[in-house]
């Protein structure tokens, strides 16, 4: 039986990691840019052999609510999608968004056609994050030093450690430009102390690179105690491995 067009989409993202080797957060990602096509255009009963170009133009410029640079990449996704659609499943016989070759910016209204506007964090705003953060490690020092023996010491012991992950990893982020899962992913055998380099597999690229250390970085890694053989911080690692998505992770992170 033909699936319909939410039943292929999961079906493409188990496609993506199984067969093309693509990581799941790539083709989580992917699969998000087809499923808000489906929903924001009611197709979730339609088939992809009902999918035309004026469908997908008018999702493109009328109903979606992306801006120009999600836009084309979107446009990208969906076009990926029916391809496969096409070869090797056959669930049509052409793909509709090739027919596309640019987005008609008529009916776009300005806003959507500029780029997100990324904020940049300043010295100075780094200086008042770190401040912050030393101060409550600090601040629970103390209450984990007025309590005695029982599970309410122990418990604050957990947040204690969590406290000084997050000094840490906040120092790994802004003084080698570590992503989230890269920092909760560090090996020993990554950190180059001798030449003040960290080499790291992006999460991202799957690509080893080497980037170098700040000053913050490097004092901080030279003194942090090595509670596991191969991770760095492998308490973090198990926080972020059951949080169900990263972006969880990030929210307690900004908490």
Known sequence: AIPTLSQAAREWRQFQVQVTGYTETTARTNHQRVKTFIRLMNLEHKFPADMTPEIVSHFLTRKSTWKLTTLEDGKAKLQQFFKWCVYPKSYC???????????????????????????????????????????????????????REGPKRR???????????????LTLA??????????????????????????????????WVRVPMSDEVYALMSIWPKLDERYVFPYAREWYANACHSSRFRDVFRD
């Open 93 to 147: 016989v052409g793909n509709p968004v090739e027919c596309i070759r640019r987005i008609n910016l008529d009916h776009i209204p300005q806003e959507r056609r500029e780029k997100r506007v990324r904020h940049i964090l300043t010295r100075e705003d780094q200086q008042k994050l770190m401040a912050y953060l030393l101060a409550k490690e600090q601040e629970r020092q103390k209450e984990f030093e007025t309590l």
């Open 155 to 169: 418990m604050m012991a957990r947040v204690m450690v969590r406290a000084q992950w997050f000094r840490a990893a």
């Open 174 to 207: 802004l003084g080698a430009g570590l992503r989230m899962k890269d920092i909760v992913e560090l090996e020993w055998e990554c950190l180059r102390l001798e030449s003040r380099k960290i080499r790291v597999l992006t999460s991202k690229t799957r690509k």
